[in-house]
């Protein structure tokens, strides 16, 4: 039933590549299926003007795709010179979504920029961007202390991010773009891996979606995310 | 225990000015205690580019804040040259919610814009936004049949929108500004007066939060939705 | 003769409403008919950079229009990302005009900024907007000395403003849009209550106008002013 | 007792070059003393899209001044990637004083664009530039008529600018920068040489100013005015 | 002598791969090294406004980098809101040089975009562009041949382009960032696999170069550029 | 054979007036034949950013061209809210090559901004800025060492700059734009007056050129550059 045959709990193959490039502290290539992202972490010293004096650190995430990252090409954003109105609503979700990992109190005096850049998109671009962002993230904060720059890594705990929608009136997991441009409802959940939730953003695309709908997604999203972890700790877990 | 004195599950004293200004085909001043949004409804013949040649209309809204609706003064986005990045969140949110009150096929060749300005802040203003918005747009819709542009309100139903949070560990309903910058989590939900969920938005600001939470909150947002489709209801009933 | 009926030296109905919303300094609504303004003055420390060092303050103000506080929709300048020229034009003369209310150097080392936000338009909204802003700077002053921030209010003058015009071969006073849009000549009078002129812009739409034009307009405008200089004086002297 | 040692009623020397650069309809450098301003108008098919499907051509004007015309560098608006609040009202000023000049119905589907860019700057820069751009624009409409883009020219009548101000207590005629930065009151007289108003626009930078000082104003602005109409004459004259 | 070990004639290893990504016409990922950039050719129907009416096609270029493909993080320009000077030097030369690869007259009613992004840098990303932009270029005039909007491809040349330099008084060929950041000159050659050249910009960063420096440098760039011609063949005689 | 009737080897007369307008620290203005370009010398304490702590002054570069300096009228870059790319690029390179003839450790805690407005234009605009441009800021480096900001010229060299093309197959120097907008391969030559080479930027328009016309090129750039030093030599030469 699904366009590409998987079954309705059944996430696509997702890889994560950590040293993706050379310069960045953190830097990973995710892939969820035919969607890759590049996620790089940039640590910088000091802290954005609201925050000077307080004694914590930030994490911010910018967002872009490659003009023809896509079926059709994009106007590139730079060149307009507006980040349009989908990117920007993304890039504060990544953010306010990897905050929730770290101990900002404990980061001190930095800031840390994760950018997520498309290369190829083939749905769940944002999902994939947190997954991948926080293993990015977690590499940066494993350098700093290499470095010195910290005693030990403010880390708190896993984010990552799953797509769920109602797709022919079955929920599904892990929507990629023939189905997502077709659902009548979008949901993505971001949770920790201590199971907490972090962001949970469900949208009726079509017809309003139901209290019962809205359970089996949310279950749904569990069972990925609970995967996704695993491969995040995996990766981790590689020699470098 | 919440600053204002109010109970949990008690929201603050709503008020739908209908016929506010008097140049909008729809024009409606609300107000969720001391947060006050104008809901201004303009329509226009034409659709968007994208659009051209579908057989259906379009409607999208627009969100500013008057520059000291705030406790401190903001800058005025027109004089940077940009809309803030919340800004653009929070418009796509209302024209989002307010897509799904209308049949768009129905609505034929025309474009309808809700302008959401606050002039006064108190937390809250996007849900007020959503919840004025609909009543201009339902004014708006019925101006039409009158002069004659269509033959019957494609309005197929009600939308509104409230927030709900955890504050001192307790979930609330309808989060002023003193709770909204203290709560731990912060949830905005859309429904229509038929039940059906149109948006969720649930935000960890601090810890994640549990099922549980999440279960609990969506009841008070259920409770609060049926007491502003009541008040929607009156005040279109009113004569005007 | 004229489209409302008023005799040619009449202004409309001129209501101004003191404190109109909560978190200004000074907050003012002002009326024109049905031309309404919300001013607000709002007092920050520090003045710009081209007056550091010196020994005074500033004042400023900013304009803006509600997209559907006309007839047709306008755009919104904060989406276009730039202030149309009426708009700087109209907001650099606001500025000018309520600077001669106040002795600079007495203001010392603060800021005063002045919204005016136009949220129904027919006509006038320029000279409401001074005339408004300046009871919205009176209450800010006034706000300043009971904080201690000054001792006593630098306010040297009041000042206020009105339209005058040459419509269908008549001088009129306080032209509304019907008037402003057919009027051969318009010209704005800004003057204090001390009878001196701060400011006068006179403008032949269609074919020049003439001496005798311009002593009649004016003198209409004295007229004009004398009743603002009044009422301004009824609403300060109210009680809070 | 001027700094330039001239007379109240004296204006600088005042030149006008006709044909200055050579691809323009219409080139003209105009002189205020030590003022000079390049004036050209461009004649393009076709009007604005506020224009289209009215009988009525179209005169617009823009203004600009190059980095380092004044004492100290401005920073270059095209780099800066917006024109200041004081350049749009210039040229609004500009615009609308010279559409005055012009039977705007005679010029058919016509639009012509008077840029008026400072080379040298030493006050009364819009002056200059409505002096000169008149005479430029006369000389681009003749070139519609040799061209055979138009049967006579609409030319209705020349319009002209001066200066006139209150300078240490004494009205004075065409001030020039050491006295515009000291002027107490600072006016802007545009009339045609027909003797009819066009556009006035006092502003007191200090003080109020007086219905005498007024008076007196403009009675130096007509006198000068005047010789500005002669001098215009005299320049269209010449055999090219 | 140079930091990398390579004789001074050595270009880097080079290598190209077709089909890097899954949506574009054409679609390469060329390495320099460790200079890693992403070339797709994406294929339009129609010609810029100012081609319109004439019987040509259009190729153009777009260059970006992602902000951490650098040792530190540069500014995203999407989000400062404009390309920076140098982005907007290279990617003109991208496309000029790109140009002159194509009979654009048998292009036909067609624009091509080749879009150049760097994921990592380390020198030389513009002509890695140029080189790589042709292979992809290359693939999508074939593409347009398979879908039938071409008879023939209009392919007349392949275009490439190599980094020759003056580094501690020796003429090097393809400089990396170490060599590029302290080069006394800089020079960037454009030629076809016809022996023709397209494209010579030579810059003296420190001193002036001499003629014989010159010729020196132009010899090396020879030398270099025959490597690639044989290597974009060898890619474009892969199967896919 | 030369639409101006010119010798392959022959330059337009070239005029070099000083002290231009009266403001800037060195003001030239620099004719080629009808490309007429006013180039400033502005001095400024402070270094930008990017040189706060090195020991070294700074010299920049910013251009622009009247709209109606050319054939038709061209936008206006301040009204746009943007440089063009090729306004860019040619601001660049004029900053670059003055820069090499200046020794900025000499130049001290001091910027030197060369703005080069074109007034008129008929080809070799670029090339002009940078000729008039060594002489304005030779200029003005004399006017720092007559204040006693330094205590001697830094000017190490003097730099100019001139086009040369292949028009007809014929090499030919110092392109008008009748040539320019025909010839098949354009080169801007930018050397020191000791003999080196600055920059050489030659580009094939049409078909690829050939080393042999390379050569013949630069051969003629040379002659005419030696003509333009003796120019700026008398000019500088010239009492005040």
């Known amino acids: 039933m699904r366009p590409s045959g998987r079954q309705p709990d059944q996430a696509r193959d997702i890889k994560i590549t950590r040293n993706y490039t050379k310069h960045a502290e953190g830097s990973v290539l995710i892939e969820f299926g035919d969607t890759k992202v590049i996620c790089t972490a940039t640590v910088e010293s000091g802290v954005p003007r609201f925050l000077k004096g307080s ?32 990117t920007v609503e993304i890039q504060r979700l990544i953010g306010r979504s990897l905050r929730a990992a770290v101990d900002l109190n404990a980061l001190g005096d930095f800031s840390i920029t994760i950018d997520c850049d498309v290369i190829q998109a083939d749905g769940g671009t944002r999902t994939a961007s947190i997954t991948g962002g926080c293993v990015a993230l977690a590499d940066a904060l494993n350098t700093m202390v290499k470095n010195g720059q910290l005693k030990a890594s403010p880390l708190k705990q896993m984010v990552a991010a799953i797509s769920v929608g109602v797709f022919e009136d079955t929920p599904v997991l892990d929507l990629d773009y023939p189905e997502d441009s077709q659902a009548e409802t979008d949901m993505n959940v971001v ?44 990766a981790l877990n590689d020699a470098e």
């Open 55 to 86: 004694d914590q650190g930030w994490i911010t995430a910018e967002y872009g795709m490659l003009p023809r990252s896509t079926g059709s090409r994009m106007h590139r954003e730079a060149a307009r010179g507006k980040q349009g109105g989908r």
């Open 191 to 234: 949770m920790t891996d201590k199971g907490g939730f972090i962001e949970v953003q469900g949208t009726a695309e079509g017809d309003a979606f139901s209290q019962e709908q809205f359970d089996a997604m949310l279950s749904l999203a569990r069972k990925g995310l609970n995967e996704l972890f695993t491969l995040q700790q995996a």
